[in-house]
């Protein structure tokens, strides 16, 4: 028997803001709140136990220390990399530089908190 991962809890300044910008990437719903604030997005229809994990924004007013030790790598699913780049920079992701080479096959974003995930060159087929 195995694990699965069922959630990621991402810390946020702003769960509202980060909550409705993941939902657009991902084209995930709202699941829930929770009374400290907390927002959870997943698949609509499917929710906590589907086969993608749910992502959970708590109220955090902690600075963040430095570099996540954690990002998301997301993948378009109905057009090319360039087309989605364009989609996301438009929800209001921002081009992030770590250290990258122009040669790189993937984009690095910053979502709205900063927190850095990258665009993925290749195209997977839909849930």
Do not use: Y
Request: charged share 25%.
């Amino acid at each position: 028997m195995a694990c699965r991962i069922s959630e990621l809890v991402i810390d946020a300044a702003d769960p509202e803001r980060l909550a409705a910008f993941w939902s657009e990437v991902l084209g995930f719903v709202e699941l829930g709140r929770e009374g400290d604030g907390s927002i959870e997005i997943g698949p609509a229809g499917v929710g906590f136990g589907g086969p993608q994990p749910t992502l959970i924004f708590s109220p955090s007013s902690d600075p963040r220390p430095g570099k996540l030790r954690l990002h998301i790598d997301v993948n378009a699913t109905d057009r090319d990399q360039d087309a989605e780049l364009e989609r996301l920079l438009a929800l209001g992701a921002v081009p992030t530089d770590v250290g990258q080479t122009d040669e790189a096959s993937w984009h690095v974003l910053a979502d709205p908190e900063g927190n850095e995930f990258c665009l993925l060159r290749t195209r997977l087929a839909p849930l």
